[in-house]
């Protein structure tokens, strides 16, 4: 029976707030608090979603916020599921609501041989904020981003806890108070780039997230390089070999790349690479502000259209298709094939009653 559950804080893993509950229930064995907490008392909570809560335990969380916000604000849902195509996402969202372990398999988290990660993380100088101000710390989702090693608030490097990731070990919930040292050094990180893109990924992943959102990650990627060297005049063929030739450039110093072959980046445009990380090394190349990443929106005509159209007032104004293939630089077999088109577009029109 749950008769009190402690306020969450801002930003806290939902792993960070049970393990608070067990130690504010006096609780020293983990199978008294898995009882309140979960259906089932021997299985591992989840450090980074959650498992099947008790019905308690929903209603106690429940009690306090909707479960839709409980699970955008404090797990790392947002992480994994931001850029994922619109039925993916909204699949692994109603899995997570359901409490349904299949979340996983939609969210195709790369776990292991790719996770950079082993350790539950924290920021020395977020932990001492903590204490001062709740006098405890507690698990931060912004120190667990994968390939992220630098805290976006204080641009210090984080620190590994002993809390295990990925190990096998009897299932526990470590309240961070508790291992988390008192007075640990923080180093401060004099990489630039690191820290700029620490600050880009944590902007994106704290922001609110559009389940329904429907605008494919690959086409707005693209969409955001027209007008300029990456993609060809008429706005259709990307230009990957000098794309990864200054994407290179400008991460050579980043110690955590997760793409620098150009074969690897095609497929976000293919919408085949979705994850956030991925995403924002991308984004942040192409100048995408943060507010524009989040909220993805195609621009009402796409560079092609644009490019077409301008063909077509060229030639009613008069210029031949020679002309406008110099002018425009298309071929010439192009633009006459465009300006047919339109001419039998009208054709249609006209004959229509
Ligand atoms: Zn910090």
């Not at 994922?84 to 299949?102: G, I, S, T, W, Y």
């Not at 988290?109 to 350790?119: A, E």
């Not at 300029?228 to 794309?243: D, F, Q, V």
């Not at 955590?256 to 980046?265: A, D, F, G, L, R």
Request: net charge neutral; hydrophobic share 35%; glycine share 4%.
């Amino acid at each position: 029976m749950i008769s009190f559950f402690p306020d969450v804080y801002p930003d806290e893993l939902a792993y960070s707030w049970f393990a608070r509950y067990g130690v504010r229930s006096g609780y020293t064995h983990y199978r008294a608090i898995a009882d309140d907490l979960f259906i089932s008392h021997t299985a591992k909570p989840n450090l980074e979603f959650i498992i099947e809560l008790s019905q308690d335990a929903y209603c106690a969380v429940t009690h306090i916020m909707p479960f839709e916000r409980f699970i955008l604000n404090h797990t790392m849902f947002p992480y994994y599921a931001r850029f994922l195509p619109v039925e993916r996402r909204q699949k692994a969202f109603e899995h997570l609501l359901n409490m349904d372990k299949r979340f996983n398999d939609s969210l195709h988290i790369r776990r292991n041989k790719t996770q950079h990660r082993q350790w539950l993380r924290y920021c020395p100088l977020c932990a001492e904020a903590d204490r001062e101000r709740y006098g405890e710390t507690y698990w931060h989702r912004l120190h667990q981003l994968d390939h992220i090693d630098v805290c976006p608030v204080h641009g210090c490097y984080l620190h590994d806890s002993s809390v295990s990731i990925t190990s096998k070990d009897s299932p526990s919930l470590v309240h961070a108070e508790t291992i988390i040292p008192v007075c640990s050094a923080a180093e401060n990180c004099s990489n630039n780039i690191e820290l700029e893109i620490a600050k880009y990924v944590s902007q994106v992943f704290s922001a609110d997230l559009q389940i329904d959102n429907p605008t494919k990650v690959g086409t707005f990627m693209h969409s955001k390089m027209e007008n300029t060297k990456y993609l060809s005049a008429r706005g259709k063929t990307r230009l990957l070999a000098p794309l990864t030739n200054d994407f290179n450039k400008l991460y050579f110093a980043l110690p955590n790349v997760t793409m620098s072959e150009q074969w690897q980046i095609e497929k976000i445009f293919s919408n085949h690479r979705c994850h956030t990380y991925d995403i924002c090394l991308l984004a942040f190349f192409l100048g995408v502000p943060t507010a524009e990443l989040v909220a993805m929106r195609l621009p009402e005509k796409t560079q092609t259209q644009l490019f077409d159209e301008k063909i077509i007032e060229l030639h009613n104004l008069g210029f031949n298709y020679r002309q406008i293939s110099i002018q425009m630089g298309a071929s010439y077999d192009y633009c006459k094939l465009v300006g047919n088109r339109q001419r039998r577009k009208l054709g249609r029109e006209l004959s229509q009653p």
